[in-house]
């Protein structure tokens, strides 16, 4: 089973930047869509970012323009880019792979972002 190894996150000001890294431990069929999710306090883990081998990529309204999600195939390895952070950014981040029609988690990064 591939494992998915999560890296990056930690507590940052109003207006910082954070990338978070998340690094598969095979490479992945090239169908594979990978994507960024996120967790807040009391509500239920939504994506936020998503991108596919061809470098087709979608964003959730509320990070658009601020965040960048990208991949590198040769590395088996998805970035996101944080940009411009808000307290409404705070959550638990973490990367996801659809894998022969199954989800594949990351372990979490906690990020805060303080005022």
């Known amino acids: 089973q591939v494992h998915l190894v999560e890296s990056g996150g930690g507590r940052v000001e109003a207006g910082g930047s954070l990338t978070l890294s998340c690094v598969a431990s095979?490479?992945?069929?090239?169908?594979?869509?990978m994507a960024w999710y996120r967790q807040v306090p009391g509500q239920e883990r939504d994506v936020v970012a998503s991108i596919t081998h061809d470098g087709i990529k979608g964003y959730i309204g509320a990070v658009k323009g601020r965040f960048a999600i990208s991949r590198d195939i040769a590395t088996n390895t998805v970035y996101l880019q944080m940009n411009d952070l808000t307290s409404e950014d705070t959550g638990i981040y973490f990367c996801n792979a659809f894998i022969v029609g199954k989800f594949t988690w990351g372990q979490g990064l906690q990020v805060t972002v303080s005022s």
């Open positions: 095979r490479p992945l069929a090239t169908s594979v869509q």
